[in-house]
């Protein structure tokens, strides 16, 4: 059983009437899942149109994007894992219950769009949730401290999901943001499912100024920014499971406050989980460094003026 929340409208009939999409692209791609995994590769001749698209093309490719992947999970094993598929970002729960896939497609002024889908099935329940994601524009940071339903969701590439220690229904994504063509973000971004659907952002971070629904870092575009998920480490060298991240300071004092000259200052701070019980994530400052990884997963960069490979 299929529940849909903010479902394409546009059927794949019209797009292909339209000439949006091409019977032989469709037809070249057939859906594949297995219960050793679900291979989305079959989606990117799909995907491939957002490249040269325009306008009005771009959503509707990526409304069929989103119907093809609904079609896909529908027919997959709830537990099967999702298949690194490269072209797009795809994270999903240790144990099955939600998957979020996200895209991205560049727009003329330095800035990108962005699609998306949420699926969501409780354990031990057949019926799928599904809620489409669009976001028009990266060019405005989003809101540190307010929650959103979907429809207002600020466009993000997800390449990690961690699951938050308190509450079972809501997991930290770890993502970047395009920004525009003077800044680029990372962000922790908590994502809800509740009664009445997905929502984004929640008080699950005690950062420098307080409550924050979720983390934001801004920084000069020509830079590379760490943000990542570490497992719980024992021993001498140990730590506790944490989110670190590079902390960003202006490259001259009198730049404060100005993202664009932001960038790492070689320290780093985590958010670890609180010390009592069924508290927030809190911000440990000057955490211990981490080292970069060679194969750090990277972004989807669009944008031809320059293919960064910006390690998480």
Avoid at 278 to 305: C, G, K, M, Q, Y
Wanted: neutral net charge; charged residues 20%; aromatic residues 8%.
């Amino acid at each position: 059983m299929r529940v849909v929340s903010d479902r394409p409208q546009m059927p794949l009939s019209l797009l292909l009437r339209s000439g949006l999409l091409t019977l032989g692209i469709w037809a070249l791609a057939p859906l594949q899942s297995t219960a050793q995994g679900i291979d989305l590769a079959p989606l990117q001749a799909l995907h491939s149109g957002l490249k040269n698209c325009e306008g009005d093309a771009c959503k509707s490719i990526s409304d069929s994007l989103s119907r093809a992947l609904m079609d896909l999970l529908d027919a997959a094993d709830p537990s099967a894992e999702i298949t690194e598929p490269g072209f797009m970002a795809a994270v999903g729960s240790s144990d099955g219950q939600l998957k979020v896939f996200t895209w991205n497609w560049a727009q003329p002024n330095r800035t990108s769009s962005y699609g998306g889908l949420v699926a969501f099935r409780r354990l031990g329940s057949d019926i799928m949730a599904y809620t489409n994601l669009y976001d028009a524009s990266s060019a405005d940071a989003p809101n540190a401290r307010g929650a959103v339903q979907a429809q207002d969701w600020h466009g993000a590439l997800y390449y990690d999901m961690v699951p938050d220690p308190v509450d079972k229904d809501t997991w930290m994504l770890l993502g970047w943001d395009d920004g525009d063509a003077l800044v680029t973000r990372k962000v922790i971004e908590p994502i809800q499912v509740r009664g009445r659907g997905v929502r984004f952002g929640a008080p699950t971070l005690i950062g420098t100024m307080g409550m924050a629904r979720r983390w934001v870092l801004e920084y000069a575009d020509a830079v590379q920014v760490s943000l990542r998920y570490q497992q719980e480490k024992k021993g001498k060298d140990g730590h506790p499971q944490r989110i670190v991240f590079d902390h960003l300071a202006p490259s001259e004092p009198h730049l404060t406050g100005i993202a664009a000259y932001y960038g790492p200052d070689m320290t780093f701070d985590a958010f670890v989980p609180g010390k009592k019980a069924n508290s927030p994530w809190e911000l440990v400052p000057n955490s211990t460094s981490i080292h970069a990884l060679p194969a750090d997963r990277p972004f989807v960069d669009p944008r031809p003026r320059n293919r960064r490979r910006n390690a998480p």
